[in-house]
């Protein structure tokens, strides 16, 4: 995680502040949105985020421990015991990758990919009213 560098920063003006408020607020909504969905569906969110993390990159249908635990930022040995809870619960399963026998893959189950597939499809339409606040903060602090 990067560290906040001590140069000396502009004040900012209180339409700034409001900006940023904002954008917090709707980010906060969005991850309570996001862990209510998770739930309902049977998963803790953050095994609905290590599930999903595992199709996040293109070209391949799996993640390492390693990517795994950047995308959730966190420790590679606590995402270990988290597969580990997902595999139990049918979600996920590991193989070993056939070129390097160190990296261990994670793949989706049929029953995590429905579960997945339900969740992100409840989070549409809240991520276009992210985008959306997003943009709105973007376009007024340029």
Not at 74 to 88: D, F
Request: proline content about 3%; glycine content about 8%.
């Amino acid at each position: 995680m990067g560290t906040m560098e001590s140069t000396k920063l502009a004040p900012l003006d209180k339409a700034e502040l409001e900006r940023q408020s904002l954008f917090r607020y709707e980010l906060r909504r969005f991850l309570r949105f996001g862990e209510e969905a998770s739930r309902a569906a049977g998963v803790t969110a953050v095994q609905y985020h290590l599930m999903l993390h595992t199709q996040g990159f293109p070209g391949r249908e799996w993640a390492s421990i390693g990517e795994l635990a950047e995308r959730l930022q966190t420790q590679p040995h606590g995402v270990v015991a988290l597969v580990s809870r997902c595999e139990e619960a049918g979600l996920v399963r590991r193989k070993d990758n056939p070129l390097d026998g160190r990296l261990v893959e994670v793949h989706l189950t049929a029953k995590g990919r429905r579960c997945v597939d339900k969740v992100a499809a409840q989070h549409r339409a809240q991520m276009g009213a992210l985008a959306a606040v997003i943009e709105a903060a973007s376009a007024s602090s340029g």
